[in-house]
């Protein structure tokens, strides 16, 4: 699988060349998973999945009048015509399983596992946890590519006073032990602005994070592609 990282920020403010543009991630060249660019669909996708409606990972949230020709899948509904996908998907010889995430109290939110042959990936979008029933099913993966918004352990998560939910995003450290039971490498993307203040010495610490938990992460910059 060729897996280009489109886009690498967060939501935070553009200040870095290289991390400019809002998440993405083109698998083959025909799949995209999450469109916070409207120029993403340049690559002429397939088909598109979106982890939540956030407008950093899906721009139309912002522009209710684009229409689509490509399928949109999406964890709900909401008031545009997407497919709401709650069972794996099949497009070619690609198996898209949605898997629930928490992050949001307002959207709800899954990732994606990828299969292809053996090879197999998971993309989180925006995390604060994964219950372990969801967890249960990622198995050994080639990559899990997740968020970088926090590098301090804890993130940064809060409980909503109505429905008790946790919303936010989890600390890179939480992260990359949440999926070393399940993969070596783990590529950080959608970095918040404490990474931008001085990205070699963040490079560097999250090396270091990488030795403290035995894991490999890889520090993704937006057109980056990996093959795994
Ligand atoms: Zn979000
Ligand atoms: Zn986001």
Redesign the pocket.
Known sequence: MKITLLGTRG?VTPSALHYHKHSGILVSGKLLFDVGEKVFLRHKPKAIFIT?L?P??AFFVEEPVFLSSVPIYAPEQKEFAFIKIAKPVRIGLYRITPLPTE??ARVK?CAYLIEHGKKRILYT??LVWMQKKYRDQLGKLDCVITEGSFLKEGGMIRKDIKTGKLFGHAGIPNLLRLFKPHTRTVVLAHFGSWFFKDIKQSRALIASLGKKYDVTPIVAHDGMTLTV
């Open positions: 939501m939540h956030h950093d990972h992050h949001s939110s979008g925006d």
